[in-house]
């Protein structure tokens, strides 16, 4: 019998993101930096983004999958809205010089595509790196989109430039049947 | 009075040792089949007739009589590999799915991998020992990227595999050549199926017996959303209430246990579309198509007689042809499909799903025919053409069995 992985696969997440684990499509080394928990002040956001880009993932939902066998089998499949928050900081250079705030834009926008490639390919998500199973199926998530928004005031000093990426996972649990 | 819900079911299945006999003596003979949730219908039809004598009242009917049993049922199941892979020590194993698919195409084949010993190129190799391969089944190579590549065999001669498309490299010395449960078509299958489906309640439970398949329908989502699955209907000589089966069926409803079962979504895979004959590996063969079809045309029809049961004496495949077409949406680069629609030319349509031995299945349709490809608006609203193509026998296998020959094949890899 065997619940979901929820902590395997939020582990193996941040490897992949935070440490470029993976077999392929790997994210780049120093692109993330952990240390990001909900409930921050702006100013501590703000702090902690001077640093590096910022990223968290969370499970945000969870619901039974259509394709899953009657509950009473020994294998349910759920699936998974993760949500990978990344932080950037927003400078007054960013704030006041046009090409100074593509650039920061373009690097958020980026990280979309970044965290889709590495989270979207088979098998960087089969297991974490101490070996432990994710049982997420095909070892994968499938990214469905970013939105994005600048936390702060100009007048405040620095803000955050604030995405939330949303990826579904389809996640196996093996329930008792004796 | 207990009310119960009614997508808390079970469904098992046996291959019938004795065409309509009643199994459920034997319940440890059945295997659970992990059909989607709320999907399983089952219809119940004990034919009734009206004897039609005159009535002397403008608003009387005639008492009717009770007539032939047959049933039918339909469920859903995810198009789901084993998580078993075939390598060189260990065989292609089977789960639910592979005993509906080898009852209903009539051909299974369960292969078992070996290791290369030397190649001379990227389609054809030495192994250690080929007995596990067979012209129209399967040899797969992990990638220098760690990806599985699944090809069908063009031949198999000695301790020399032969591909039909190459791999994207040579295999080197010591490679892990894997292979896979193939089900493939033959021309008269005779097995029949017979299912048990159950409720909460504990008379909320049917034998069906005498069983086979009179329509499927695929259903494949390469953007990964969604599971493959395939829809399967299932026609049947006769049922057995709770009360009427051999076996006790009543009581609690027991636990399901699904084996060798390790669902993959279609995102991660590729479609393959080369020329019929061409050994040579192309990006270019890689379809990127956002929307897949695939048709195949399995079905049986009764063969009655007064002394049948039920007045069903056996089931038949029936010829439907094309018994396997389908189609994809890509994005429009060129008159290519034009040209190969114009020009007739044979191709092969291999759809990949999964990435990892033992967690991936291919659905194969090796010889078609390119017919009516449009321009059309994908979903995205992109400049695409929709591609239609219709099967035939598979005519790049060196082999007369139903299993080179098969024009419609699904390998579990």
């Known amino acids: ?76 499949i759920y699936e998974l809205t993760i949500e990978v928050r990344v932080i950037r900081l927003v400078e007054p250079l960013d704030q006041l010089d046009d090409e100074s ?41 499938v990214y469905e989109g970013d939105a994005s928004s600048v936390v702060g005031t100009v007048d405040g000093g620095a803000q955050t430039l604030t995405t939330v990426h949303t990826l579904l996972g389809h996640a196996i649990a093996r329930p008792a049947t004796s | 009075m207990s009310i119960e819900i009614h997508n808390v079911q079970r469904l098992r299945v046996v291959s019938e040792a004795v065409r309509n006999v009643d199994q459920s003596n034997n319940l440890a003979s059945y295997t659970d089949v992990p059909f989607r949730e709320g999907t399983g219908s089952v219809e119940l039809t004990p034919d009734s007739l009206d004897p039609q004598h005159t009535v002397q009242h403008l608003d009387q009917y005639r008492k009717e009589v009770l007539g032939k049993r047959s049933a039918k049922l339909s469920f859903t199941v995810n198009l789901a590999p084993t998580g078993s892979p075939a390598n060189a020590t260990n065989p292609a194993v089977k789960g639910a799915l592979g005993l509906l698919l080898k009852a209903s195409m009539g051909g299974e084949h369960l292969g078992q991998g070996s290791t290369v010993v030397s190649a001379t190129s990227a389609s054809s190799f030495t192994v250690t020992s080929a007995t596990g391969f067979k012209a129209g089944g399967v040899a797969s190579r992990v990638n220098a990227a760690g990806q599985l590549e699944v090809r069908e065999i063009k031949s198999v001669v000695g301790s020399v595999v032969t591909l039909k498309y190459a791999f994207s490299q040579t295999p080197s010395a010591s490679d892990v050549i894997f292979s896979g449960a193939t089900y493939y078509l033959t021309k008269n299958p005779s097995e029949t199926l017979q299912f048990i489906i159950e409720g909460v309640g504990s008379n909320d439970r049917f034998v069906l017996y005498g069983g086979q398949l009179t329509a499927i329908a695929v259903a494949v989502d390469p953007s990964g959303a969604q599971f493959p699955s395939l829809q399967f209907t299932y026609e049947f000589a006769g049922y057995h209430d709770a009360n009427e089966a051999t076996g006790t069926i009543t009581g609690d409803l027991g636990n399901a246990t699904y084996s060798n079962y ?38 049986f029809a009764r063969v009655t007689s007064p002394s049948g049961e039920n007045t069903v004496l056996q089931w038949r495949r029936t010829r439907q042809v094309p018994v396997i077409e389908g189609g994809f949406t890509e ?19 291999w759809y990949q799903m999964g990435r990892t031995a033992g967690y991936t299945v291919m659905l194969s349709a090796p010889t078609v ?45």
Not at chain 2, 389 to 402: I, V
């Open chain 2, 331 to 349: 994005p429009f680069q060129g008159l290519t499909r034009f040209t190969e629609r114009d020009s007739r030319t044979d191709k092969a349509c």
């Open chain 1, 1 to 76: 019998m065997a619940y979901l992985k929820t902590a395997a696969i939020l582990t193996r997440i941040r490897e992949v993101l935070e440490e470029s684990a993976g077999d392929l499509r790997t994210v780049p080394v120093g692109r993330f930096s952990g240390g990001l928990p909900e409930g921050l002040s702006e100013t501590a956001e703000e702090i902690r983004a001077l640093e590096a880009p910022r990223i968290e993932t969370r499970i945000a939902s969870k619901r039974p999958s259509p394709a899953s066998p009657p509950v009473n089998g020994n294998l349910r």
């Open chain 2, 369 to 413: 025919q390119v017919v009516n490809p449009q321009r059309v608006a994908d979903g995205a609203g992109f400049a695409a053409q929709s591609v239609a193509w219709k099967g035939r026998l598979d005519a790049d296998t060196s082999g007369s069995d139903d299993l080179a020959l098969s024009a419609f094949r699904i390998h579990i890899v």
């Open chain 2, 262 to 299: 390790e669902p993959v979504v279609g995102h991660a895979g590729h479609l393959m579309f080369p020329d019929v004959g061409d050994a040579t590996y192309s990006a270019d063969d890689l379809v990127h198509a956002s929307a897949i079809t695939w048709s195949p045309k399995i079905v």
């Open chain 1, 101 to 141: 705030r593509v650039a920061l834009q373009a690097l958020a926008s980026a990280d979309g595509d970044i965290i889709a490639q590495a989270l979207n390919y088979p098998g960087n998500l089969t297991q974490t790196a101490a070996g432990a199973p994710t049982d997420l199926a095909s070892g994968m998530l």
